[in-house]
Nanobody, 121 residues
């Protein structure tokens, strides 16, 4: 069993900041890439940011310069620092990871349950 648990969401005024956290636990041998996605009401889920096991990062254009993804030293947690938040950043933010549970096991994908971020004017 693998769990990804997000935290840190909440209500923030436009221009403010939030830091999301996601901790992976359970039967984990290694975690490769970790991601943050978001889904706004009535919209499709979209990629926010990605970080590889080596620490390389990728951001969707609209988040560049405002959001920063990072991982802890043990590489079982991923964070999303969100600055200069806009009304359109309101969404449920999901953590996602590709990981192996055993040394020679397959690479499987897991989702967290999501954390709500609401940006108010």
């Amino acid at each position: 069993q693998v769990q990804l648990v997000e935290s840190g969401g909440g209500l923030v005024q436009a221009g403010g900041s939030l830091r999301l956290s996601c901790v992976a636990s359970g039967s984990i041998f290694e975690i490769n890439d970790m991601f943050w996605y978001r889904q706004a009401p009535g919209k499709q889920r979209e990629l926010v940011a990605q970080i590889t096991s080596r620490g390389n990062t990728y951001y969707t254009d609209s988040m560049k310069g405002r959001f920063a993804i990072s991982r802890d030293g043990a590489k079982t947690a991923v964070y999303l620092q969100m600055n200069s938040l806009k009304l359109e950043d309101t969404a449920v933010y999901y953590c996602n990871a590709n990981l192996r549970s055993t040394p020679h096991g397959s690479l499987n994908n897991y989702w967290g349950q999501g954390t709500q971020v609401t940006v108010s004017s």
